[in-house]
């Protein structure tokens, strides 16, 4: 139930590239998606989140698309950049449990030049 | 900007004996976390403090696990008697209010047991 799903586990993108990463939730209690980006040997850094009354979000190159009935959200990078190469993080919280994330399992981006 | 700090960057202890984990969230944050991230796998919460106290803990959080804040600026995670399993990376994160946007996580303290 508290399960979040992420894929694929490594994605490989040319520079200019559109980046695609999926992510599935099975508890429809959840109301907060963020997602995470994290650099080897720092801490995740919040990249961009939705709240699921609205089924998008876009903040620069980077876009989240999220589907209630489906519960399934997904983050877009348009016009990827090797800069943008790191490790990223989907993540679901529910208000009411101090807003604990349960993370997916991380997907590996590499955006070669 | 402000930080999350968290000593030490890398932490080699042999299994059995205690580790503590040190973390200085920012100033004026009132909420609390720790996570870990085993190698390769992905970020998992531990527990969440707030006023003082544990508001919430995983299941992973278990007897020989606890978190302190000494002395209004601290926040520490014991792990008394260390197992193998315990070697992960662990997380920091602190809020100003109970929701996620003001989360902001340190860069961690590798923990290795030996």
């Known amino acids: 139930q508290q399960q979040v799903k992420q894929s694929p586990q490594s994605l490989i993108v040319q520079k200019g590239g559109i980046s695609i990463i999926n992510c599935a939730y099975e508890?429809?209690?959840?109301?907060?998606f963020p997602w995470y980006q994290q650099f080897p040997g720092k801490g995740p850094a919040l990249l961009i989140a939705i709240r699921p009354d609205v089924s998008e979000k876009k903040e620069g190159r980077f876009t989240i698309s999220f589907n209630k009935s489906a519960k399934q959200f997904s983050l877009h990078i348009m016009d990827s950049q090797p800069g943008d190469s790191a490790t990223y993080f989907c993540?679901?919280?529910?208000?009411?449990?101090?807003?604990?994330?349960?993370f997916g399992k991380g997907t590996l981006l590499t955006v070669n030049p | 900007e402000p930080e999350v700090t968290q000593t030490p960057s890398h932490q080699v202890t042999q299994m059995g004996q205690e580790v503590i984990l040190r973390c200085v969230p920012i100033?004026?944050?009132?909420?609390f976390y720790w996570y870990r991230q085993i190698l390769g796998q992905k970020v998992e919460f531990l527990v969440s403090?707030?006023?003082?106290?544990?508001?919430?803990k995983s299941e992973i959080f278990d007897d020989q696990f606890s978190v302190e804040r000494p002395d209004g600026s601290n926040f520490t995670l014991k792990i008394r008697s260390t197992k193998l399993e315990d070697s992960a990376m662990y997380f920091c994160?602190?809020?100003?209010?109970?929701?996620?946007?003001?989360?902001?996580f340190g860069s961690g303290t590798r923990l290795t047991v030996v």
């Open positions: 508890n429809t209690a959840f109301d907060y």
């Open positions: 993540a679901a919280s529910l208000e009411g449990s101090n807003y604990k994330l349960t």
């Open positions: 994160a602190s809020s100003p209010f109970s929701i996620p946007n003001g989360y902001t």
């Open positions: 403090f707030y006023n003082n106290e544990i508001s919430e």
């Open positions: 100033s004026n944050h009132l909420y």
